[in-house]
């Protein structure tokens, strides 16, 4: 086992990082920018290194001052946690290539994922279904028409390089794939550098559900079952489930089989996700997150696992703890990201927070960095907690939640909390029936 990790992030995330680590006896360097002298993964770490100024761009994501605090302070390893550099393949070679393990999948699976269409390519010849859409990059616009009129109208022009949401453009019919056809290739030209865009079919009322996996790196897979990410504002999440409500245990098993596989095949090693969008009764690949996902702890209460330290272990070279047959669902959990962030254009709301006190009791897990004068950075991303709630069942759950967000103090910025406030009095929340496009319905009609 390593005696020493550096953690690569910020925020809660470096926070649960820090916690794995010191439950294995592993010691944890935090790195951070002059911003984030007073944060909590600064002070919680066993060791502090300051990385550089406030801009991300100048610490967080720079690779060589990431590399310096590694070296400077003898960490064996680097876990990058969400964001940042975590599926930048160049780090992860520069990481390797200065003797550091990167706890993580190897840059070769960083790079064939992170282009959309070789992701694509891969994951249909590994026979997990996939949207139905063009072979490959379309660069010129009649190329696009032929896809399209073959697909069959709405279609969605996306960036091979796209990330978060953006570069995304749909077209409803031949009149409107000009132009978004146009503005999708400068979109992703500006975003990232980049103005390769492929085109899949538009599917009108998915569910957004992802797949769990884990790997030892040496051939050998399981999955953990799967979320329902449907909730979603401008394709980010805002409330996470598991197991999903319109998956039975049968196609959990089918679903989960293919993915592990198909993991299994490419030598993967450690946690990713597979993404779909789940339409009458099918499933389509969207994408595949080589890291650890804002929301695995939903998958972790209901199946009692830890996947940050399975992943530190696997790093480190040992075998995986668990295997398939150990991994049984137990209740149901419900993840809700809570932002500074105000309403209705959830503008970033940075500033001191005059109070906070995090809900507890059964069932409760805060994942969060916040303290009681505490100041929010206005440099970074505005996730401030994570609040996830495990119940025998998904009433229970849901009950639970909407009790411990009534337990919940965060003073002196605006928060999402009372959105989650909100969407528990509707039917459709709470009979789980819901698809990717009911928040920005409600949200349309109720928020403005
Ligand atoms: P990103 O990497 O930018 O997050 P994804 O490919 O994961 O992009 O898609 C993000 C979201 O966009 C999905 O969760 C879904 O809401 C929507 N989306 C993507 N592809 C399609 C599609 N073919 N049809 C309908 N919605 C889509």
Redesign the pocket.
């Known amino acids: 086992m390593f005696r020493k990790i550096l953690i690569a992030n910020r925020g809660e995330i470096a926070l649960r990082v820090v916690r794995a680590a010191r439950e294995m006896g592993v010691a944890s360097v935090a790195v951070h920018s002059t911003a984030d002298a007073d944060a909590m993964h600064v002070r919680m770490a066993d060791e502090a290194i300051c990385i550089g100024p406030p801009p991300s761009s100048d610490s967080y994501l720079s690779m060589a001052a990431v590399l310096s605090a590694a070296e400077i302070t003898g960490a064996e390893a680097i876990h990058p946690g969400y964001g940042f550099l975590s599926e930048n393949a160049n780090f992860v070679q520069a990481v390797e290539d200065h003797g550091i393990k990167f706890i993580g999948p190897s840059a070769e699976h960083i790079r064939m994922m992170g282009d959309?269409i070789t992701a694509k390519e891969t994951m249909h010849r590994l026979g997990v279904p996939c949207?139905p859409?063009s072979v490959g990059g379309v660069a010129h616009l009649e190329t696009a028409q032929i896809v399209a009129r073959d697909i069959g109208y709405p279609?969605?022009i996306?960036?091979t390089a796209?990330?978060?949401?953006?570069?995304?453009k749909?077209a409803r019919s031949e009149d409107e794939l000009e132009n978004a056809f146009r503005t999708a290739r400068s979109e992703a030209k500006a975003a990232f550098g980049n103005d390769e865009v492929y085109i899949?079919?538009?599917?009108?009322r998915?569910r957004?559900i992802e797949v769990q996996i884990f790997g030892d790196g040496k051939g050998g897979a399981v999955h953990l079952g799967e979320r329902d990410?449907?909730l979603?504002r401008r394709?980010q999440?805002v409330l996470e489930e598991a197991p999903g409500p319109a998956i039975d245990p049968e196609t959990r098993e089918r679903i989960g089989q293919t993915c592990a596989k198909a993991v299994a095949d490419l030598g993967y090693e450690g946690a990713g996700t597979i993404?779909f969008?789940y339409e009458d009764g099918e499933f389509?690949f969207?994408?595949m997150n080589t890291r650890l996902q804002v929301e695995h702890p939903v998958t972790e209460a209901v199946f009692g696992v830890d996947l940050v330290r399975e992943q530190i272990r696997v790093a480190a070279g040992l075998p995986m703890s668990f295997r398939q047959e150990d991994l049984r669902v137990n209740g149901h959990a419900i993840e809700v990201r809570i932002n500074a962030e105000k309403l209705p254009n959830f503008s970033p709301c940075p500033g001191k927070i005059t109070q906070y006190h995090a809900p507890g009791g059964l069932g409760i897990r805060m994942d969060s960095a916040l303290y009681d004068g505490y100041r929010i950075p206005p440099y970074y991303d505005s996730l401030i907690a994570k609040l996830i709630v495990h119940g025998r069942d998904r009433p229970e759950a849901l009950a639970r939640l909407k009790r411990a967000l009534g337990e919940l103090i965060v003073d002196g910025v605006d928060s999402t909390v009372p959105l989650f406030h909100a969407l528990l009095q509707e039917p459709a929340i709470l009979q789980g029936d819901y698809t990717?496009?009911w928040l920005e319905d409600w949200l349309k009609r109720n928020v403005g």
């Not at 796209?162 to 995304?168: E, H, T």
């Not at 899949?200 to 009108?204: I, M, N």
């Open positions: 959309k949207v859409g279609v969605i996306k960036a796209g990330g978060g949401g953006r570069g995304m749909l899949e079919k538009y599917l009108g998915p957004h990410c449907s979603q394709h999440k993404e969008l389509y969207i994408e990717i496009h």
